[in-house]
């Protein structure tokens, strides 16, 4: 049987501690040590036959059909939520999703009575572009915690709405601006917590917590991501402040 440390791809000493594991989360989350608070961005669940026609999907044309189906073909929320509600008490989770993940992420913690809400970012530089579909200029997060959990800041850090533009060097194919992790990680804990994302990509809900004096733990199964996540992480400055 193996141990949490047989997947263990990197580990940076703090304050904050930041730690990289490379394998399948659901089976390295259930040896994890409990956390406060989960940031994360899993597989999108889009049409698996092609890119076809939206924003998004067309944004991934470089891809392969494999390539392009081990992104979009979405992941098993109850299983993997089932999972953080153990090692996250009192559950706090922000997950970006697709349209078509909306209702069920906002049903697993409504069913639970959990205070669950959507949030929405703004892409301020999309492309004009609105033939047969919606623009694309917006993708979803949905917050569910439980109470209890730590949920701070000010209305202007607490807008439902993030406007900012999209990533324009983007190392990942569905990277997120740093400046909305940051912002989820620092409404949800206080510096010395400890936040998981379960599906790293690149790296960057690591690089938020480091700057902002959490402790972080990441889980990638992709190789070359978690050693781009390692190599942004050796280049990210703990703030003196």
């Known amino acids: ?43 999108y669940e889009l049409s698996d036959s092609g890119p076809g026609k939206s924003h998004y999907g067309m944004s991934l044309n470089k891809f392969d059909s494999d390539g392009y189906k081990e992104i979009v073909t979405g992941f098993n929320h109850q299983k993997t939520f089932g999972i953080i509600e153990t090692l996250c008490k009192p559950f706090h989770l922000f997950c970006f999703c697709s349209n078509k993940q909306i209702s069920k992420l906002m049903m697993h913690g409504e069913l639970k009575d959990f205070p669950t809400t959507m949030l929405v970012w703004n892409k301020t530089n999309s492309a004009p572009f609105a033939n047969g579909v919606w623009r694309g200029d917006a ?36 990277e997120k601006p740093i400046v909305i992790l940051k912002k989820y990680v620092e409404i949800g804990s206080s510096v010395n917590m400890t936040v998981l994302d379960p599906f790293l990509g690149s790296g960057t809900t690591l690089v938020a917590c ?32």
């Open 1 to 43: 049987m193996k141990v949490l440390s047989d997947y263990l791809y990197y580990h940076e000493d703090g304050p904050p501690v930041i730690d990289i594991y490379c394998g399948d989360c659901l089976e390295i989350m259930p040896l994890l040590p409990k956390v406060d608070l989960v940031v994360t961005d899993p597989p």
């Open 139 to 174: 993708e979803y997060c949905v917050h569910i915690r439980e109470r209890g959990s730590y949920f701070e800041g000010n209305a202007e850090l607490k807008r439902k709405v993030i406007q900012h533009p999209i990533v324009s060097d983007q190392i990942h194919p569905t």
């Open 210 to 241: 480091k700057e902002l004096k959490r402790n972080g733990i990441g889980i990638e199964i992709n190789e070359k991501y978690c050693e781009i996540a390692k190599k942004r992480l050796q280049n990210t400055i703990v703030p003196f402040i």
